[in-house]
């Protein structure tokens, strides 16, 4: 995988950002600082109260931060995540699609975002489904690992794809590759993977009907 960080990006602040994603303990850092700060100028008691009472305004300014800024992060990481599956296809496709599943993990409280996402990119041509996954975020860090292969499936191998919802949410599940062969493979997704979903099964039929035309 080839490691990439996100702090490039203009709008998202480190200290607000670490701030933001560390709520207890940035409030207990800047109180702390506070009455260490006092106690270096003799005065403890009046900055120590400061730090007191400043802690968690900065920690709410730091959540605020985050939840305002975390889109332009994970949009990056898709156009990492994209750029990287077109990149290594060894061919160019004039009629190719390229569609992507993102599911979330981790902690939500108070935050918009998750800790912690994945995507599959499916390069989908009119005689092969394209998979680019193992593409990793980690939103507190700014890190991402973006996987560095891919795997071909040729519709001849497909005998089925479909959408598996998940008990609590009819939304997320799991999109199936179901192969000739019996196997099978699946993704992950956060949102049902609709037009992917449509634009699979229509190029898949296409393909077996033409090929048994010959």
């Known amino acids: ?5 996100n702090n490039g990006i203009d709008s998202v602040n480190p200290l607000l950002w670490t701030a933001g994603w560390h709520l207890r303990f940035t409030i207990a850092a800047v109180t702390v600082l506070g009455g260490v700060i006092g106690y270096l ?10 730090g ?12 605020r931060h985050v939840n305002g800024n975390y889109a332009e992060v994970l949009n990056e990481f898709h156009s ?14 004039d009629n190719m699609e390229t569609y992507m599943l993102r599911s979330g993990s981790g902690e939500k409280i108070l935050r918009k975002p998750f800790m912690q996402y994945s995507t599959v990119t ?9 998979i ?4 990793l975020l980690d939103m507190v860090k700014l890190d991402t690992d973006i996987s560095e292969s891919t795997e ?3 519709f001849d191998q497909i005998a089925s794809v479909n959408f598996e ?3 609590n949410d009819d939304e997320k599940g799991q999109l199936w590759v179901n192969r000739s062969d019996g196997h099978g493979n699946s993704w992950s997704t956060d949102r049902k993977p609709d037009n992917a979903l449509d634009d699979i099964q229509q190029r898949v039929r296409d393909y077996k009907r033409q090929s048994a035309k010959q």
Do not use: W
Request: charged share 20%; hydrophobic share 45%; no cysteine.
């Open 1 to 5: 995988m080839a490691k990439n960080s």
């Open 41 to 50: 100028l003799d005065m403890p008691f009046i900055l120590g109260t400061l």
């Open 52 to 63: 007191f009472f400043v802690s968690p305004v900065v920690a709410f300014v730091g959540l």
């Open 80 to 93: 990492q995540s994209r750029r990287k599956a077109e990149d290594l296809l060894s061919f160019d496709e």
């Open 122 to 130: 499916l390069l989908v041509t009119d005689y092969s489904l394209t």
């Open 132 to 135: 680019h996954d193992g593409n």
């Open 152 to 154: 071909e499936i040729y």
């Open 165 to 167: 919802p998940s008990e």
